[in-house]
C-alpha cells in the first residue's frame, strides 16, 4: 500500500482500509494492537460477498476464526510511509491549532508561536519534497523545543506529531540518511492506537 484511508472502523474487531492497490482489513486482536502490524488484502469475491458494514464485521470474525488461512496476504501497514507523511501530519494539525488560536482573543498571545510551528513545518516539507534547497536552516529550527515545553503535557497527540517530524529534521540537518519513527520505535503502533482513542477528531488529520 502507497497510502492508506481508514474507510471505518469497529472498536476492538477491525479496521476497513483503502489502499491504492485495493481494500485491505487491519484486525485487533484482544491485546489491543494489530497483529504483528499487518493486514489482510481484500480478495475481489470478498468484495462481491460482503458488500456493506454488517457483512464486513461478518469477514472480521471469519478472518479471527481462519487465521491460518489468511496470514499468507498479510502485508505491513506501515511499510510505505515516507518523511513526507510524517511532516504533513504535524503540518496540517498544525495549521489545525493555528486556526483555533487565531479565532479566540483570549489567545492572542500565543499565535505567534503556532505561526512559527506551522512556517518551519512549511519549511521542512519544502526541504523533504526538493522545492527548496537552501537546509541551513534546518539547525535553526525551534518547533521540537516548543513541542517539549508546551505540548508534551497538555496535547499529547500535537506533541507526539511535532517530535516525530523534529526527528526527522535532526537528521536532515545531520547529513543522516533518514530513519523513520516507526523504523526505530517498537511500540509505534501501540502509541498510535491509543492516540486514536484519546483524539478521535485529530487522529485522521
Known amino acids: 500500500m502507497n497510502s492508506v484511508k481508514v474507510l471505518f472502523k469497529q472498536q476492538?474487531?477491525?479496521f476497513i482500509l483503502q489502499g491504492t492497490d485495493g481494500l485491505y482489513i487491519c484486525m485487533i486482536w484482544p491485546a489491543g494492537h494489530l497483529d504483528e502490524e499487518k493486514c489482510f488484502k481484500l480478495k475481489d469475491d470478498d468484495l462481491i460477498?460482503?458488500?456493506?458494514?454488517?457483512?464486513?464485521?461478518s469477514l472480521a470474525k471469519q478472518i479471527r476464526a481462519n487465521y491460518a488461512?489468511?496470514?499468507?496476504?498479510?502485508v505491513p501497514v506501515m511499510q510505505e510511509a515516507t518523511a513526507q507523511d510524517y511532516i504533513d501530519k504535524a503540518l496540517s494539525m498544525a495549521r489545525k491549532r493555528?486556526?483555533?488560536?487565531?479565532?479566540?482573543?483570549?489567545?492572542?498571545?500565543?499565535?505567534?508561536?503556532?505561526?512559527?510551528?506551522?512556517?518551519?513545518l512549511s519549511y521542512l516539507r519544502n526541504i523533504v519534497d526538493g522545492s527548496e534547497s537552501?537546509?541551513?536552516?534546518?539547525?535553526?529550527?525551534?518547533?521540537?523545543?516548543?513541542?517539549?515545553?508546551?505540548?508534551?503535557?497538555?496535547?499529547?497527540?500535537?506533541?507526539?506529531r511535532l517530535t516525530d517530524a523534529f526527528y526527522i529534521a535532526s537528521q536532515l540537518s545531520s547529513g543522516l540518511k533518514v530513519k523513520?519513527?516507526?523504523?526505530?520505535?517498537?511500540?509505534?503502533?501501540?502509541?498510535?492506537?491509543?492516540?486514536c482513542k484519546l483524539y478521535p477528531d485529530d487522529f485522521y488529520i
Open 49 to 57: 460477498k460482503y458488500s456493506d458494514y454488517h457483512d464486513m464485521v
Open 180 to 195: 523513520l519513527p516507526h523504523e526505530v520505535n517498537d511500540k509505534y503502533m501501540q502509541r498510535e492506537q491509543r492516540l
Open 134 to 160: 537552501d537546509k541551513t536552516r534546518l539547525r535553526k529550527l525551534t518547533f521540537g523545543l516548543y513541542a517539549v515545553r508546551e505540548f508534551e503535557t497538555s496535547d499529547e497527540i500535537f506533541f507526539q
Open 98 to 120: 493555528h486556526q483555533a488560536i487565531s479565532e479566540n482573543p483570549a489567545a492572542a498571545a500565543l499565535e505567534p508561536m503556532y505561526d512559527s510551528i506551522v512556517e518551519q
Open 12 to 14: 476492538g474487531d477491525f
Open 69 to 74: 488461512l489468511y496470514k499468507a496476504q498479510e
